[in-house]
């Protein structure tokens, strides 16, 4: 699997989402939307039901490490999924698929990550980044870091046990350690 990046320029996250809805629609600019404001990885991300979000917080089990993600959503989250909710109050998941629904009896189910997925990469190609469903997650944790410098608090975010590995993960290189020491003159 190729090694996605974070995006650091918030003006091509915005395009991102634009370009998302105009080809794709609706359902995968919230995608990528959601998972920009709650940093879960993809199937996690799918995998949330309505029943997981309880008085403006996410209670999520993650799939891959089994720890307990308690989120509180923040406006934009909310509005969304509340939208969501609005708009297909049958559904189970958050990102229900469509497909399942025309097949009669088969259960709901989310979307699936390789479609996402492709859609992610070709918005990607648009933009000239190497874009994928990490991307949502290592772009919140990207700016979180840019804005406090605080590799503790995205560390906690992203619920990573290492500085080094939350650091490479979300792209801060060499580059930008050199920038910030020019940057900061005391």
Partial sequence: MAEVQAVKSLDTVKLISHLL???????????WNVGLNLALRISDLLSIRFSDIQDERLLLKEGKTGKVANI??????????????RQHPDHTYLFQSYRNQRAGNMPPAPLSRRYV????????????????????RKTRGYHLYKSTKDIGRVMKMLRH??????????????????????????
């Fill in 72 to 85: 509180k959503l923040n406006q934009k989250t909310i509005e969304i999924t509340n939208r969501i909710r």
């Fill in 21 to 31: 809805d105009r080809h794709y629609g609706q359902q995968m600019a919230d995608i």
């Fill in 117 to 136: 997925s492709r859609a992610f990469a070709l918005i990607g190609e648009d933009v000239g980044i190497d874009l994928g469903t990490h991307s949502m």
């Fill in 161 to 186: 046990s290492s500085e080094g590995v939350t650091l490479r993960y979300i792209g801060i290189t060499q580059e930008d350690i050199d920038k910030d020491f020019v940057d900061l003159e005391i």
